[in-house]
């Protein structure tokens, strides 16, 4: 049964990640500045005075203006990086200038730079926007396969991941998202047409 939903998954993360890809560079934009208007005037980013990001690649929805935005708000910035020493491990930053103080990491992501960045406790962790690939309306989600969002989902209380909001296109929203035991759904989905609340 385990290896059906695994083929499943793959499945579904292949066609998300190819209709993703085929958006071109202005649609892109367009779609996450749209994505981003929802996001700011979410509850879980107005209630948030500590948000964790991720710092967009590929063709992900663009994050770099919300990283801004948080900044000006006068909002705790936290940004993850991946720990190699502890497989699947995310470490968590405070960040101040995403100009000077991210690097290109794994994959060529980019994350905080140690040397500069303040280790963030998860317990100040008061909101969480995660990326994903593909999304189901009951908060599902598929990742690319690390199972990196899904420890740091399942770290948070239930306060912490009341706060969870995942970005998407709308194209990345599937009818069904299979889930194991250990994957996380998340509590908000942001996409160019909707927020859809899961709580």
Same mark, same amino acid.
Request: overall charge positive; some cysteine.
């Given at each position: 049964?385990? #290896?059906?939903?695994?083929?499943?998954?793959?499945?579904?993360?292949?066609?998300a990640?190819?209709?993703?890809?085929a958006l071109?560079?202005?649609?892109?934009?367009?779609? !996450?500045n749209?994505?981003?208007?929802?996001?700011?005037? !979410?509850?879980?980013?107005?209630? *948030?005075?500590?948000?964790?990001?991720?710092?967009?690649?590929r +063709?992900?929805v663009?994050?770099?203006r919300?990283?801004?935005?948080?900044?000006q708000?006068?909002?705790?910035?936290?940004?993850?990086?991946?720990?190699?020493?502890?497989?699947g491990?995310?470490?968590?930053?405070?960040?101040?200038?995403i100009?000077?103080?991210l690097?290109?990491?794994?994959?060529d992501?980019?994350?905080?730079?140690?040397?500069?960045?303040?280790?963030?406790p998860?317990?100040?962790?008061?909101?969480?926007?995660?990326? #994903?690939?593909?999304?189901?309306?009951?908060?599902?989600?598929? #990742?690319?396969?690390? #199972?990196?969002?899904?420890?740091?989902?399942?770290?948070l +209380?239930?306060?912490q *991941?009341?706060?969870?909001? *995942?970005?998407?296109?709308?194209?990345?929203?599937?009818?069904?998202?299979?889930?194991?035991f250990?994957? !996380?759904?998340? !509590?908000?989905?942001?996409?160019e047409?909707?927020?859809?609340?899961?709580?």
């Amino acid at each position: 049964m385990r #290896g059906l939903e695994q083929r499943r998954k793959a499945a579904i993360r292949k066609q998300a990640l190819k209709r993703r890809d085929a958006l071109s560079e202005a649609e892109q934009i367009d779609k !996450s500045n749209i994505i981003f208007t929802r996001v700011v005037r !979410s509850w879980e980013w107005q209630q *948030a005075r500590t948000i964790c990001l991720y710092a967009s690649f590929r +063709s992900e929805v663009r994050t770099d203006r919300l990283m801004r935005a948080a900044v000006q708000a006068g909002k705790g910035l936290i940004l993850p990086r991946v720990n190699r020493r502890r497989p699947g491990g995310l470490d968590l930053y405070f960040v101040e200038d995403i100009h000077s103080q991210l690097k290109p990491g794994i994959w060529d992501i980019r994350e905080p730079d140690p040397q500069v960045c303040r280790v963030a406790p998860l317990d100040e962790v008061e909101g969480v926007i995660i990326p #994903g690939v593909a999304f189901d309306q009951w908060g599902g989600r598929l #990742g690319y396969g690390g #199972g990196f969002y899904d420890r740091l989902l399942n770290s948070l +209380s239930p306060e912490q *991941a009341a706060c969870s909001l *995942a970005l998407a296109y709308e194209l990345q929203i599937v009818r069904e998202v299979p889930q194991d035991f250990f994957d !996380s759904r998340v !509590s908000v989905i942001a996409t160019e047409l909707r927020l859809e609340e899961n709580r």
